[in-house]
């Protein structure tokens, strides 16, 4: 009997950690496909949902069949799996799309599988829940835990923080602080460090504006024994002329790069970086290379001022002919321009742009398609529906978040002489969803108006609650009707007041 054969024989007898014991006992570069489908099986049956023990074993079930994509994505197993995972993850929008194709794959009546009703009834919980969002707990509770769970044991880390003189340690410790904030992220970036007077937690978001909003949120939420001796920082932060060194021997430093700048527009720059010293790696690896240039950007502009300010990047594989600077002079050149270098996150998410649409005066258009103007502080969100692209949605619902907005009819606001009742009505709105507690429960980011339609767009940290008040609000109100509906525009609305 082979290992394989064994395996099977355990999974059948529900002895799951014995596959675990030993498929792990191979090495990772000895493994074959087969091995490592087996073992994410084995972990999925083992995973104890809505644990973080729990939550730790789907995401290593992830992590050792994404590789395999391109040889088993055809596979009814590798599909089921997967969305097996993504689903108790709480991930149902991702989940779908697999257990869709599992189910397409589905092999037939066998005691070896899941039957069709069964997952036919995965099927039908993803399609209710990406509609009217439910999770185990929302981003607010996890939020309130994950700092607990941060607090009990900050203590620990920071005596491991001044042991490791010699830095030997680093990667465990802050694996250690990424394990615990898991407890709210799915996937988060952060970076350790001490400042002289305290201990810093950076939250990266890696350029990305929708997970800036969640890590601000959590930066608030620090609890005071926490900040008592740590500083919690959203962005990394600028640090002037440095460096930066990886585990296998490459040294980069802001002298070492050439960039050239382009002004896009009052406050919007394109840089173009050229550095001789990762050609090497740049044909070998590029996204790595992508990666520590970017990173270094953000080191010598902050990364909030390289969010806010930097509309485009490129990586060259040879230097333009016309002259340049060092990125050690960047943070001067823009500078010269008038605008302000700030590391404040919170600047960035209330700098609000306005838009204008062509509206759809079709009565059947999807919603929002009547749009003729609006503005938003976070236009990832409005591209992303418009353009059907469900990605920052999906990072948000994997959190406990949602991204949505409440939609109401005009008709009975129109004033012929002024459009003054439609902006006093979202007011009235936006001021109940937001009072008391409201910044805890849900984020406004803009708001727009339709030709039939009236718009409130929010993340929603605790959804029920949200939905909650809103109805509140629309029940007390001369409004007709009104709708919510998260940014993924192939779904359907939720009906709050009829």
């Known amino acids: 009997m082979d290992i394989l054969q064994q395996c099977q024989q355990w999974h059948e007898e ?23 489908m087996d073992l994410a099986r084995a972990y999925n049956n083992l995973a104890d949902v809505g644990e973080l023990a729990g939550m ?120 250690r602080v990424h394990d615990i904030l898991a407890l709210a992220f799915d996937e988060i970036t952060i970076e350790m460090g001490f400042n002289g007077g305290k201990f810093e937690l950076t939250l990266t978001p890696e350029g990305d504006r929708v997970k800036l909003f969640e890590l601000v949120y959590f930066q608030n939420h620090a609890p005071s024994e926490v900040l008592a001796h740590w500083n919690v920082v959203v962005g990394r932060q600028a640090c002037g002329r440095i460096g930066l060194r990886t585990e296998d021997g490459w040294e980069l430093n802001t002298d070492d790069v050439q960039i050239w700048v382009e002004q896009l527009g009052e406050h919007s720059f394109t840089i173009s970086t050229y550095c001789e010293k990762l050609l090497p790696m740049l044909g070998e690896e590029e996204g790595r290379a992508w990666w520590l240039i970017s990173t270094l950007t953000d080191q010598t502009l902050g990364e909030i001022s390289h969010m806010r300010y930097i509309d485009g990047f490129d990586v060259l594989r040879e230097p333009k002919s016309e002259p340049s600077i060092l990125l050690s002079e960047l943070p001067s050149k823009l500078a010269e321009t008038g605008i302000e270098l700030s590391a404040n996150p919170q600047a960035l998410l209330d700098s609000y742009i306005g838009y204008e649409m062509q509206p759809d005066e079709g009565p059947e258009a999807d919603w929002r398609l009547d749009v003729m103007a609006g503005s938003t502080c976070c236009p990832q969100l409005i591209n992303g529906y418009l353009n059907s692209d469900d990605v920052y949605v999906d990072n948000l619902h994997s959190d406990g978040a949602v991204a949505g907005f409440l939609c109401y009819p005009l008709e009975s606001l129109r004033d012929n002489e002024s459009t003054q009742k439609i902006f006093d009505f979202r007011d009235s709105l936006e001021a109940a969803l937001t009072s008391g507690d409201g910044a805890e429960i849900l984020t406004l980011t803009g708001g727009a108006t339709g030709l039939y339609c009236g718009y409130v767009d929010f993340i929603a940290w605790d959804i029920k609650a949200v939905l909650e008040r809103a109805h509140e609000f629309f029940e007390h109100s001369e409004i007709p009707w009104a709708n919510f509906h998260t940014f993924r525009r192939a779904t359907a609305p939720v009906n709050l007041k009829d």
């Open 14 to 36: 529900e002895q799951h950690q014995k596959i675990v014991d030993a498929l792990e006992a191979v090495p990772e570069a000895e493994r074959t496909a087969q091995m490592d």
């Open 56 to 175: 730790k074993l789907l995401r290593r079930a992830l992590e050792l069949m994404r590789p395999h994509e391109g040889e088993l994505g055809d596979t009814y197993s590798w599909n089921f799996r997967m969305g097996y995972a993504l689903y108790y993850l709480d991930q149902e929008g991702r989940a779908l799309p697999f257990l869709e194709k599992a189910l397409e794959l589905h092999p037939g009546d066998d005691p070896r599988f899941n039957t069709r009703q069964e997952i036919e009834e995965l099927i039908d919980s993803c399609k209710r829940v990406i509609v009217l969002p439910r999770f185990s707990q929302c981003f607010r509770e996890r939020v309130e835990g994950c700092w607990q769970a941060f607090a009990s044991v900050e203590a620990e880390i920071r005596q491991e923080l001044i042991e490791d003189e010699d830095h030997i340690r680093g990667s465990e410790i802050v694996g």
